[in-house]
């Protein structure tokens, strides 16, 4: 299976008046296409770390002393690099906020569109002052805004015949993508396939009104000043210069992309499940409770089908009825869009659910990696049948704690960072690194436990 994402021994350094913390000491990782791989670990040991790292996001006292980050045959991380090598022991912080502001040039292209991120808290990640709608629609509009274009174009466009005939398709094919896509591309109604399959595939209205829903798609009331306009934006893939900085085009581009931008929102927030979304895009996000907050973030991460999704700690900040719900909600997501998804918590119960591969993270390195099913029933790493060992059952089980604590990253053990924990250290743990280990066709392990093996 082709890799979506790529991590080739990745490290990350904070330089802090207190020392330089090892955060990420040469992680290994590989994302299949369509899947999703979980990372578990103690709070501390780099997983927030590493999607940051991946989406370029770190703050300017970070350096990344080496590795790589391959996304569609790219290295993200290789400016960064380039100057943490040059600086050496000299790494000024000032200086590396000049690379960063060029690494986010080179990202912007990316950011949202090729790769995407739900962080950890949703009320902090939204902007209190601003609405819903806004904040979803403002995601497309500054990085596909053909797309809005195209949409509302297509609808104008649109005959009855063409809707009728997108009906018959939909109903002979249950849905299939390919011959709508098929259809409006030889149409040229591009934009016209999500609108319709938005509403066919919605579970809360019957059939009866889904049908009456797609028949007047086509029912917009024309303008023909806003429509050339727009025709303008669609073929040119963006907004022109012109219409950037003409006050009047400027203005008539803007509203007619965000109106569209809001209804484009209300089928995200409608298909992640939120009730009433025509109101809840008007709202604020005080407004909401956590699971809809969680679900706005959500949406803003899949507005403009990224490939690869990152989600840090998506349950974190809810109740478990709410967690519950976000965990069918992500089942539901990779069910019906085409990307790969990294899951990271410290819940290995929660990755259970959703998750097809789970990397085992300590101390900024991934010591286990393996199908859900085999790190639950037959983990291999110490660290990894410590953890398992302690997640709660209805059994009378005894759960059993890790002694010790994570160790200090500006001073780091020598050889295994978990030896100094391990109930099985030997000598050698504590004087050389442990490499990756296959066992299996599907397991990975750093442990010298494994070595004559």
Not at 171 to 189: C, F, Q, T
Not at 210 to 221: C, N, Q, S
Request: glycine fraction near 6%; aromatic fraction near 6%; include cysteine.
């Amino acid at each position: 299976m082709a890799a979506a994402l790529q991590v080739r021994d990745l490290q990350v350094h904070f330089h802090t008046r207190r020392g330089v913390f090892r955060a990420l000491n040469g992680v290994n990782l590989v994302l299949r296409e369509g899947e999703v791989l979980g990372i578990a670990g103690e709070s501390g040991c780099g997983k927030s770390t590493l999607g940051l790292t991946v989406m370029s996001l770190l703050p300017r006292n970070a350096a990344v002393p080496g590795g790589q980050v391959i996304y569609d045959e790219r290295n993200l991380v290789n400016l960064q690099v380039d100057y943490a090598k040059s600086a050496g022991d000299r790494f000024l912080p000032k200086r590396n906020e000049h690379v960063l502001k060029r690494v986010n040039k080179a990202m912007a292209s990316i950011r949202g569109v090729g790769l995407s991120m739900v962080f950890q808290e949703p009320m902090t990640s939204l902007n209190p002052v601003l609405t819903i709608g806004f904040q979803i629609a403002e995601a497309v509009y500054l990085h596909n805004p053909a797309l809005l274009a195209k949409r509302r174009l297509a609808r104008e466009a649109a005959t009855p015949q063409d809707l009728r005939e997108i009906l018959r398709l939909l109903e002979e094919n249950e849905g299939d993508e390919a011959p709508i896509r098929a259809y409006v591309a030889a149409k040229s109604l591009e934009g016209l396939e999500e609108q319709a399959l938005f509403v066919w595939r919605r579970p809360d209205i019957h059939r009866a009104r889904k049908e009456k829903a797609i028949l007047t798609l086509g029912e917009v009331e024309p303008r023909r000043f806003e429509r050339s306009i727009l025709g303008v934006v669609a073929r040119a893939g963006s907004i022109p210069p012109q219409f950037r900085w003409i006050p009047i085009f400027r203005k008539v581009v803007r509203h007619a992309l965000f109106r569209e931008g809001y209804r484009k929102a209300e089928e995200l927030l409608t298909s992640l499940g939120v009730p009433n979304a025509d109101r809840v895009v008007r709202m604020y996000p005080h407004e909401l409770s956590g699971g809809m907050r969680q679900r706005v973030v959500i949406a803003i991460a899949l507005a403009n089908n990224p490939s690869v999704v990152i989600m840090d700690e998506p349950t974190s900040a809810v109740d478990v009825t709410v967690q519950a719900q976000i965990l069918e909600l992500i089942r539901q997501i990779r069910n019906t869009i085409h990307a790969s998804f990294i899951v990271i918590s410290h819940d290995l119960s929660v990755l259970a659910e959703v998750c097809d591969r789970i990397a085992i993270m300590y101390a900024g390195r991934i010591v286990e990696i393996a199908p859900v099913g085999d790190t639950l029933t037959h983990p291999l790493h110490p660290y990894t049948q410590l953890l398992v060992s302690a997640i709660p059952t209805l059994d009378r089980k005894e759960i059993v704690g890790i002694r010790g604590e994570i160790p200090d990253m500006r001073d780091p053990p020598s050889g295994c960072a978990f030896h100094p924990r391990c109930p099985f250290a030997f000598g050698k743990c504590a004087t050389h690194v442990p490499i990756d280990i296959p066992q299996g066709k599907e397991q990975l392990v750093a442990c010298w436990l494994y070595e004559a093996k």
